[in-house]
């Protein structure tokens, strides 16, 4: 069964920390993209990446970063974590053009306090 | 830019009835995709249909329709005798050809009544 791994299903941490949230995925997909989901908001695009240290600003890329060393395995970084980063962190991946749209990760409750 | 709209915070429907989720969009592409998702309370976000702009007839993939009216830049999910497991959120999103990211709604909240 094809997959998209997010490492953490709960994530609780403090204000000013570091965060990582990896992605891992083995369907050999070109594409990878973060996402957040707020109540009321939908998803929101923060990155993407189309291929292997290549990457793209989403709608939202304020207080993220994201790196692309393997072409499995997608990380979303949080240099100094905030309370407003308080979300629901979704991870997919895909080939491109693809009409079968995108396969999403369980995705990560993160909380900051 | 992409903008699409959900107008339907939540639905209550009874088990069995039919269901239409709303949804139109916004963009100056000739050429787009459409999908509807569902994410269950797990939390995992499923692929349910797809609709090229260019398809002369609406998608059909089970119990699931889009009712694809591009005139009006609506793409309407039909969810026919509904159960109680389709009870969840459900997003309509939409990619121009050419792009790769996705664009969602806000969602619609579905809940089904035994």
């Known amino acids: 069964d094809v997959k998209v791994t997010q490492s953490s299903r709960y994530l609780v941490k403090r204000t000013g920390e570091k965060v990582f949230l990896e992605c891992v995925q083995d369907?050999?997909?070109?594409?990878m993209f973060w996402y957040r989901q707020d109540p009321g908001l939908g998803l929101r695009l923060i990155y993407f990446?189309?291929?292997?240290?290549?990457?793209e600003k989403g709608d939202i890329p304020e207080g993220y970063s994201v790196s692309r060393e393997k072409k499995e395995r997608f990380s979303l970084i949080l240099e100094s974590a905030s309370t407003n980063q308080t979300s629901m962190y979704l991870c997919?991946?895909?080939?491109?053009?693809?009409?079968?749209?995108?396969?999403f990760g369980s995705g990560t409750r993160l909380t900051v306090v | 830019a992409q903008k699409i709209t959900q107008t339907q915070p939540g639905m209550f429907v009874q088990e069995k009835e039919a269901v239409t989720l709303d949804c139109t969009y916004d963009?100056?592409?000739?050429?787009?995709?459409l999908f509807w998702y569902k994410q269950p309370s797990s939390g995992e976000m499923i692929f349910l249909i797809y609709?090229?702009?260019?398809?002369?007839q609406n998608a059909t993939e089970g119990r699931y329709s889009l009712n694809f009216q591009k005139a009006r830049k609506s793409a309407n999910l039909v969810i026919s005798a509904s159960q109680l497991g389709d009870s969840a959120m459900y997003f309509c999103?939409?990619?121009?050809?050419?792009?790769?990211?996705?664009?969602f709604g806000t969602g619609t909240r579905l809940t089904i009544i035994p």
């Open positions: 997919a991946s895909s080939l491109p053009r693809d009409v079968g749209g995108y396969t």
């Open positions: 369907m050999d997909h070109e594409n």
């Open positions: 990446s189309y291929d292997v240290k290549m990457k």
């Open positions: 963009t100056s592409d000739q050429s787009y995709g």
């Open positions: 609709q090229g702009s260019y398809d002369e």
């Open positions: 999103a939409m990619r121009p050809f050419g792009n790769e990211k996705l664009t």
